[in-house]
T-cell receptor, first 116, second 111 residues
């Protein structure tokens, strides 16, 4: 089956630093990847849609200058949380949609970000 | 709004059958997914429905009625490991075919 990896799985950083999270589709090509954020006991909230070779599309209320997304290839998208603050602490999950597929998204294992 | 509604929590007994319902607004509907999510982990795919009817896959089945904007996930022969959150997600054309998730149903299986 389609596998999506995320790195790192867990990160703890100081307030004001930037953190980069990588999302890779391991055995398929994904022109579109999605970045979600999930706070405890809440559902997944879509942050942005990452399109290979073009600018990401951000959901309402998500600051594009704070959450930088780069989708440089058909198998890699990165999310950089710039100048992280404690309120950015969350579970960040990426997903990838296979080229020519039926719309199913395959999820990465998630990255637990804790900002001190 | 996107209005994907599911019960917040359910409790069932090991070995029993449980049905988790999901309702959604029908405009622009282009498919429905069910995902399972254990605490602290990412969601895993369970089922996909785009046409009316029942899709069966082992202990799990999913049903869709497009005209009613209604789906359910049926879990048979419940096991303790089935305790998790179950997410209903809908693809809608007006949202660029992005997945829109319901809040999830927390299922607790007791012995």
């Amino acid at each position: 089956g389609a596998v999506v990896s995320q790195h790192p799985s867990r990160v703890i950083c100081k307030s004001g630093t930037s953190v980069k999270i990588e999302c890779r589709s391991l055995d398929f090509q994904a022109t579109t990847m999605f970045w979600y954020r999930q706070f405890p006991k809440q559902s997944l909230m879509l942050m942005a849609t990452s399109n290979e070779g073009s600018k990401a599309t951000y959901e309402q209320g998500v600051e594009k200058d704070k959450f930088l997304i780069n989708h440089a290839s058909l198998t890699l998208s990165t999310l950089t949380v710039t100048s992280a603050h404690p309120e950015d602490s969350s579970f960040y999950i990426c997903s990838a949609r296979e080229v020519g597929g039926r719309g199913e998204q395959f999820f990465g294992p998630g990255t637990r970000l804790t900002v001190l | 709004g996107q209005n994907i509604d599911q019960p917040t929590e359910m409790t069932a007994t090991e070995g029993a059958i449980v049905q988790i319902n999901c309702t959604y607004q029908t405009s622009g509907f282009n498919g429905l997914f069910w995902y399972q999510q254990h605490a602290g982990e990412a969601p895993t795919f369970l089922s996909y429905n785009v046409l009316d009817g029942l899709e069966e896959k082992g202990r799990f089945s999913s049903f869709l009625s497009r005209s009613k904007g209604y789906s359910y996930l049926l879990l048979k022969e419940l096991q303790m490991k089935d305790s998790a959150s179950y997410l209903c997600a809908v693809i809608k054309r007006e949202y660029g075919n992005k997945l829109v998730f319901g809040a999830g149903t927390i299922l607790r299986v007791k012995s």
